[in-house]
T-cell receptor, first 115, second 111 residues
Framework: AQSVTQPDIHITVSEGASLELRCNYS??????LFWYVQSPGQGLQLLLK??????LVQGIKGFEAEFKRSQSSFNLRKPSVHWSDAAEYFC?????????????FGSGTRLLVRP | NAGVTQTPKFRVLKTGQSMTLLCAQD?????MYWYRQDPGMGLRLIHY???????AKGEVPDGYNVSRLKKQNFLLGLESAAPSQTSVYFC??????????FGSGTRLTVV
């Protein structure tokens, strides 16, 4: 069955430090992969997506993610975190299930930024 | 440039009451989805639609019904609300199922 695992429920980093959020997926075919960010009380905003091609994808707000097929991973990175990056981050895999396409989400990682 | 609009944004219901959440999109998307978000559980798919007049069950459909009478609207109904349905509900739409656009959510409390 298709699934997405985000092993870290919370992560705390200092402002200016680098960030990596982990995401592992389970899907039999070539996956479509996404990272979304949710600020408190807000909806979900797409940070970046991977469909095919270059395995290192660039997104908005200085984020990037790398698709590693051998590790079934799609980790999100940012070289220098800003206080405004504090939010919850969701990894998702696009999967064809019952002849329909759906996004399957991980449980999220809450990022706290230390001043 | 509205995108996906959800109404209402907040609602408090008593157990057993009914209500309908409305999702409207102006992007001519075929696919529409209803998710619920609960702490520590991410987003779980309730129902979805791949086109006008079609609906299908997602991961957690029990206690909910949906209708897609018009392409731009996707309604989520609770016939008899229960405290377990206290959650934040998100609607999303997509073009051919690839990139999702989310609404800003409806926070529902059932007391």
């Amino acid at each position: 069955a298709q699934s997405v695992t985000q092993p870290d429920i919370h992560i705390t980093v200092s402002e200016g430090a680098s960030l990596e959020l982990r995401c592992n997926y389970s899907y039999g075919a070539t996956p479509y992969l996404f990272w979304y960010v949710q600020s408190p009380g807000q909806g979900l905003q797409l940070l970046l997506k991977y469909f095919s091609g270059d395995t290192l994808v660039q997104g908005i707000k200085g984020f990037e993610a790398e698709f590693k097929r051998s590790q079934s991973s799609f980790n999100l990175r940012k070289p220098s975190v800003h206080w405004s990056d504090a939010a919850e981050y969701f990894c998702a895999v696009g999967a064809w299930v019952d002849s329909s396409y759906k996004l399957i989400f991980g449980s999220g990682t809450r990022l706290l930024v230390r001043p | 440039n509205a995108g996906v609009t959800q109404t209402p944004k907040f609602r408090v219901l008593k157990t057993g009451q009914s209500m309908t959440l409305l999702c409207a999109q102006d992007m001519n998307h075929e696919y529409m989805y209803w998710y619920r978000q609960d702490p520590g559980m991410g987003l779980r798919l309730i129902h979805y639609s791949v086109g006008e007049g079609t609906t299908a069950k997602g991961e957690v459909p029990d206690g909910y019904n949906v209708s897609r009478l018009k392409k731009q609207n996707f309604l989520l109904g609770l016939e008899s609300a229960a405290p377990s349905q206290t959650s934040v509900y998100f609607c999303a739409s997509s073009f051919q199922g690839y990139g999702y656009t989310f609404g800003s959510g409806t926070r529902l409390t059932v007391v």
